[in-house]
């Protein structure tokens, strides 16, 4: 049971240094057995077992967390959400994620601060702007809000912005889908956790996987450096380190890790209200709640499982921010990080079953993970419950690399986060 405070009984519980504060969520024992193991409490894992239990009645689940709850990808992004994809398989379940997102805060009685402040991407010629049209009328017949902007247009929507024939990058136009915006990422994580052990799932902060449990051929548990543990079923859901883990399974996945960094400047007085992109600049730009201006680029050039910073991407995306908004060049970042981001060929998810029974994946978001956080626990919760594939999910299974059905998303996703 969920407890309620007054503000008399806030402010006494403040003062005392919250030493009488019921924690969000328990610190459990690890159990030798479980229904389920979910490998990764970041926010997929965290959805999955909220989904396991509340849609599907499965309580008996256990999340491992080799670190702390959300402390990876799930803490380490610009909190973007959208659905402005190109496919109608990613229109599907990017869609799902941001329906879900929209009503989250009351699903999970805890504000995720989801902020629909929209999304505006930009073309700097005539020719980008021919290209946006064709994306604009791929989002609408999906069933996707889309608006095509004129310059005047996204003049009036970032007025900030350097749109002008004299500048370095100039806006010809671009588009905006309005049910776009910014969650705040930990209080996403932190919704899921607390709504999952509230319905008995048992997470594990501190916990190393270290192997699998075979068993007739199956998956049977892993081991962990809390000891082995019995599961029917075992899902990874662990990003950047999917091929990790997969190897230490058995097979490959095709999956390339990369780091994707982002920055904060010092706060400022609220001057931009919406997300911006600029695709062929490779920038993006937000402000925060508190006023820090939120920005990030494309992936660094090699691959690394680093979750550190270097200074050709600090040089590529501030190069283009202080060129396309001159008013924020004498600003000073606060501080920049990486996430370790799982790149797939065709730059869509895996959702599903693996090569080995009993072994489940949700990995291959790449640069978009934190916008599908409810969409993918929702989508691999009902392929664990009914081992079989949600129809939402079943066009991103592994066995598209084998059929060749894949989804090519890469010019929707690649550095729109």
């Not at 671009?174 to 932190?190: E, I, K, L, P």
């Not at 029917?232 to 950047?240: F, K, P, S, W």
């Not at 790149?343 to 978001?365: A, E, M, Q, R």
Request: net charge positive; with cysteine.
């Amino acid at each position: 049971m969920k407890q309620h405070y007054s503000m008399l009984s806030l402010a006494r519980r403040a003062l005392g240094g919250h030493r009488s504060w019921r924690p969000q969520w328990r610190t459990p024992v690890l159990k030798r057995r479980y229904r389920v193991v979910i490998v990764g409490a970041g926010g997929h894992g965290l959805a999955t077992a909220y989904y396991l239990a509340k849609n599907h009645g499965i309580t008996d689940v256990a999340v491992i967390e080799k670190g702390w709850l959300g402390g990876g990808n799930t803490g380490r992004n610009t909190t973007v959400v959208r659905s402005n994809y190109l496919f109608p398989e990613s229109a599907a379940i990017y869609d799902l994620a941001l329906r879900l997102y929209e009503g989250l805060s009351r699903e999970l009685n805890y504000n995720i601060m989801l902020s629909q402040r929209g999304i505006v991407t930009l073309a700097h010629s005539r020719g980008e702007l021919d290209g946006l049209a064709r994306w604009v009328t791929a989002m609408r017949v999906n069933g996707i809000d889309a608006e095509l902007l004129d310059r005047e247009a996204v003049r009036r929507l970032v007025p900030a912005l350097k749109v002008g024939d004299d500048a370095r990058y100039p806006v010809h136009g671009g588009f905006v889908q309005r049910r776009g915006g910014v969650a705040r990422h930990d209080a996403v994580a932190w919704g899921y956790a607390r709504a999952a052990d509230d319905l008995g799932v048992d997470i594990v902060q501190n916990c190393e996987v270290r192997d699998f449990i075979f068993r007739g051929g199956r998956i049977a548990g892993v081991e962990t450096s809390a000891g082995p543990v019995e599961a029917e079923q075992v899902a990874l859901t662990v990003a950047g380190h999917s091929s990790v883990l997969a190897a230490k399974a058995g097979f490959r996945l095709p999956v390339t890790s990369y780091t994707l960094q982002a920055f904060v400047s010092d706060p400022v007085k609220p001057m931009l209200d919406t997300v911006v992109l600029s695709p062929v600049t490779g920038f993006y730009i937000s402000q925060s709640d508190k006023g820090e201006l939120v920005m990030g680029g494309g992936l660094d050039l090699y691959n690394s499982y680093s979750q550190r910073g270097n200074y050709p991407a600090v040089e590529t995306v501030l190069s283009s921010a202080v060129e396309m908004f001159p008013c924020i060049s004498r600003m000073k970042l606060m501080r920049h990080w990486g996430g370790v981001v799982d790149v797939v060929h065709d730059s869509s998810p895996i959702i599903g079953k693996s090569p080995v029974p009993g072994l489940y994946l949700n990995c291959g978001w790449g640069t978009g993970g934190f916008k599908a956080i409810p969409a993918g626990g929702w989508t691999l919760a009902h392929e664990i419950a009914h081992d079989s594939p949600h129809p939402v999910a079943a066009p991103f299974g592994l066995d598209r690399f084998e059929t060749g059905a894949l989804v090519d998303e890469a010019a929707a996703s690649g550095i729109a986060h």
